[in-house]
């Protein structure tokens, strides 16, 4: 395992990756262990990453192309698969989030597991769980806060064409 330190316009982001590919990238407010100290810093293996995420934060870049190892139950790799699938620009709730896996949208038990399975989203960004939103659409639940979810969501609206 390897972590390396990514400045962005949302605050330091920390990436951790092992020879499957990406397992974690962190915001500053996530809950980050304090044994995060004790793995090797590299900027080796993590040039895609910092090219895309440039790309990314530039309006450049829509999709990702890195190998991703994340770690989770079934259920919450189906969640995160079903996170990638949400297009650029666009937003869901968490109850079509939860239709995306199958269930009815009026299913809130469902749509209450795709809300907890979304707060351990280990990839933000790449794992664009800052694309789900309150039934209402407002803002909610966000490990990196509020702030950069707007920010997220300002960015990709911004970035989209007008024709």
């Known amino acids: 395992m390897r972590r390396h330190h990514l400045d962005s316009p949302i605050g330091e982001l920390i990436a951790l990756a092992d020879e499957q ?8 407010g996530h809950r980050v262990p304090p044994s995060i100290e004790e ?9 895609a990453l910092t090219e895309q995420l440039g790309e990314y934060f530039d309006g450049d870049r829509h999709d990702f192309d890195l190998p991703l190892a994340p770690r989770g139950t079934e259920f919450q790799l189906r969640a995160w698969e079903a996170l990638r699938q949400i297009p650029y620009g666009q937003t869901r709730s968490y109850g079509e989030q939860a239709a995306m896996l199958g269930g009815s949208e009026a299913g809130h038990t469902l749509a209450r597991a795709v809300g907890l399975a979304n707060n351990r989203n280990p990839i933000s960004i790449i794992v664009p769980c800052h694309r789900v939103i309150g039934a209402d659409g407002s803002l909610v639940g966000y490990g990196g806060g509020l702030e950069s979810k707007r920010y997220l969501l300002d960015l990709e609206s911004s970035a989209q064409p007008l024709f």
Do not use: D, H, T
């Open 21 to 28: 590919g990406l397992r974690s990238l962190l915001f500053p």
């Open 39 to 47: 793995i090797p810093q590299s900027e080796q293996g993590f040039e």
